[in-house]
């Protein structure tokens, strides 16, 4: 009997392993979640019989798929390691990735991500630009970094290749007991009067400051630190508030340090993007580089979506 089984359905088992339910494994493997659906149900029409259960939390594989699991173990890795040894007969494999980075709190994902990278592209130079960069985007003109990773990309830039990474809910971080956790969300005018903590950045790369509270002309006192825990250090005392993703916070809201509310009544939503130089946007490394960061992102941080 002629199988149907192809390496995507093998992925698309690994995918949802690792995600633990059909919408994060469809993000993953940029797919809708019908057609991952699909998949799924006709290797289970080929097999009669369920690879995992429907309901279950954590997700249970039933015997087939635990045995279909174990072939992309042993398969995929091996396709995988072989695509890359052709792309670097094909292209090249030896470069460069100097990464400027302007998020205060990426490291929590990208270190990770450059772990990865680095076993799967020794030959590969990777290093961060030293220090916080105001202008991440304008190090790439400069021939100071080939990569970098900014919140917003201006429309009129040039010269530049965009990927995509993902978005994730920014929160307001508050003294536990506080009288604005009793709100349903926070607008504008629940931050005036209150100091506001931030990183020490200029206002455009303050999403809560650019999109919520100048347009609204609220303009708190301020407070800066270069520190995620000394800015919830200063909140946990009763010093102000601040807005950070929820990523960036998962660990001290888990342990009771300080308490969150949601920003405007759908949330306020944060955006990450890597730029590139047009030279290396067309290089099998890049391109694997920039799936292991959106891979490492949904897989390990809070409320985060691919985009």
Sequence with gaps: MQTPLELRHLRTLVALREAGNLS???QLLNLTQSALSHQLKALEEHYGAELFARKSNPLVFGVVGQRLLKLADAVLPRVDEADRDVRRLVDGSAGQLRIAVECHTCFDWLMPAMDAFRERWPEVELDIVSGFQADPVGLLHQDRAELAIVSDVDADETGVVVHPLFSFEIVALLPKGHA???????EAADFAGHTLITYPVPDEMLDLVRRVLRPAGITPPRRTSELTVAM???VASGR???ALPLWAVEGYLARGYVARQRIGEQGLTGRL???????????PFLADFVRLMRETSLLNLAAVSLL
Aim: aromatic share 8%; no cysteine; glycine share 4%.
């Design 232 to 234: 919830l250090q200063l």
């Design 273 to 283: 993007y890597a730029v590139s130089t047009p030279r290396l946007a067309v290089k």
């Design 240 to 242: 102000g508030i601040a």
């Design 180 to 186: 604005l956790l009793a709100k349903s969300w926070l």
């Design 24 to 26: 994060r494994a469809a």
